[in-house]
């Protein structure tokens, strides 16, 4: 068999880069975009309207003149409780200091802040954990009311608390709904503006993700489930055969589960994904440190590059292309972890399950795999897909030759940037099957993407649009019978 040629930037995993203040220019967004950026989330919790807008302008700009497919990600609040208007910006807490959570909207000081939530005293009891800032300061609830007394029992980072720092309590505690009427405002704009996909934030249960899809309507797109509080994990299973693909959201899961346990977390969920043909992510500081330093830790990088052998289809960069003072450098460093990892530490992957095999597709999907496994020296998979189902059923499989997905629908192009090993590609609608080959054909050898002569696998659907995934070719490139 071929040795492969990797997706862009020498790698198959994917990065998604948050883009924030750091990378509100063009010429930030095309420099992520060099630097190997597939997908560009944009959250919702911070900004206008119009800086959305913006940022989706700016990639789809950014991504013409490029030539490459990047996908845009709206991540939706949830009921994320967040802390009102630092006086100063932000602050320092130390252990042992008293810290009060207001519910009357005043600036905040060293002495305390007010939440977004001002039901949060009703919810609390006496004991209860809060952590602020992704855990940057730990807070025990010493007394409860219209504001919650609290005390600081750890202080990380120096306890850096801003502006809109995140208020973490246990989720079993909170009256707010799954989907809060911002996120339902959100997401109306999100479509309007026309992204690829969205993330839903702080999810509980698979019911939350399908009250998400059915007020998408007619306009759906693929729905990200981000797993960070204890809920989830416990309906993980669940919640991952119904959403589109899965966020392991590590910063707001280490509010209710010990951070010791949040590795082996992290490895459940991503077998899950496996072995339902599920496409993952691993977010939270990931780089964290290249906020403020041009290189990461060395802790740093064996946490990324474990994540991508642990199998997960991207990793995310928040903070660091967000707000960090070296954006471009945390994305290009992201990316060659990730590079490196597949290429050198393929014999240290976990053997993680196969996705199950229980429709028709599916077995399509692993058989065209493993006629890539044989001694035809196959170069690549190609398949053609109109909602991206199929190029997601093939990547699941993990193929060692890359895989180009054609489709004619422009967002499910875009959508797949974000799915382990797979090349989208946007292409014209065909008539029949000897259209769809021809099609393939061309496009192949015309990008330079194949050779002529070379072999490769061809996975769709006869009669071309009107059935599931149903067929697969073995073909060789610039075979007379389909050209003209």
């Known amino acids: ?5 990797l997706t862009s930037h020498g790698r198959r995993a994917k990065l998604v880069c948050t883009l924030g203040p750091a990378t509100a220019t063009p010429e930030a967004v095309r420099a992520l975009i060099d630097a190997g950026m597939d997908v560009a989330r944009v959250n919702f919790s911070h900004g206008t309207d119009d800086d959305h807008a913006r940022a989706v302008r700016l990639v789809r700009e950014a991504t013409a003149e490029a030539g490459r497919v990047v996908a845009t990600l709206a991540d939706l609040s949830g009921p994320k409780i967040r802390l009102g208007e630092i006086r100063a910006g932000h602050l320092h807490l130390e252990p042992g200091a008293r810290f009060l959570l207001r519910a009357d909207g005043r600036p905040g000081d060293a002495t305390g802040a007010s939440t977004t939530y001002p039901g949060l005293g009703a919810d609390l009891r006496p004991g209860d954990r809060v952590l602020l800032a992704d855990g940057a300061v730990e ?204 290429q050198r530490g393929r014999r240290f992957r976990l053997r993680l399950p196969k996705a ?41 499989e993990r193929p060692e030759v890359p895989v180009y997905a054609f489709s004619p629908e422009e967002r499910v192009a875009r959508g797949l940037a974000g799915v382990w090993g797979l090349t989208p590609c946007l292409s014209d609608a065909p008539d029949d099957v000897d259209g769809l080959i021809a099609m393939i054909d061309k496009r192949l050898v015309a990008d330079g993407l194949v050779e002529e002569g070379r072999t490769i696998v061809l996975v769709g659907a006869a009669p071309v649009g009107r059935a599931h995934t149903n067929l697969l070719k073995v073909h060789v490139l610039g075979s007379p019978a389909y050209r003209s």
């Open 1 to 5: 068999m071929s040795s492969p040629d």
């Open 139 to 342: 807070l025990i609830v010493r007394e409860v009311g219209a504001d919650v007394v609290t005390e600081v029992v750890k202080s990380l980072r120096k306890g850096r608390v801003g502006t809109r720092s995140g208020v973490n309590v246990p989720s079993e505690r909170l009256s707010l709904p799954a989907i809060t009427d911002k996120d339902r405002a959100d997401l109306v704009r999100a479509l309007d503006l026309g992204f690829d996909t969205v993330a839903q934030s702080f999810v509980r249960s698979a019911d939350d993700v399908r009250e998400l899809r059915a007020l998408m309507g007619r306009r759906r797109v693929p729905i990200v489930a981000k797993l960070e509080n204890r809920s989830a994990v416990e309906n993980a299973e669940a919640i991952i055969r119904t959403a589109d693909a899965i966020m392991v959201a590590r910063g707001d899961l280490g509010v209710e589960i010990e951070l010791e346990e949040i590795p082996i977390v992290q490895k459940e969920i991503i077998s899950l994904c496996r072995r339902t043909g599920t496409p993952s992510v691993v977010a939270t500081q990931m780089l964290e440190s290249m906020v403020t330093s041009p290189k990461p830790t060395r802790a740093e990088v064996s946490d990324a590059a474990n994540a991508i052998l642990d199998g997960a289809d991207a990793v995310l960069l928040s903070a660091e292309t967000a707000v960090g003072e070296f954006p471009v450098e945390a994305a290009a460093a992201a990316a060659k972890i990730a590079g490196i990892a597949e």
């Open 356 to 396: 199950e095999t229980g429709t028709t597709a599916q077995a399509i999907a692993r058989a065209g795999v493993e006629v890539t496994e044989t001694d035809l020296d196959v170069s690549a998979i190609a398949c053609f897909t109109r909602t991206g189902r199929t190029a997601m059923l093939v990547a699941a």
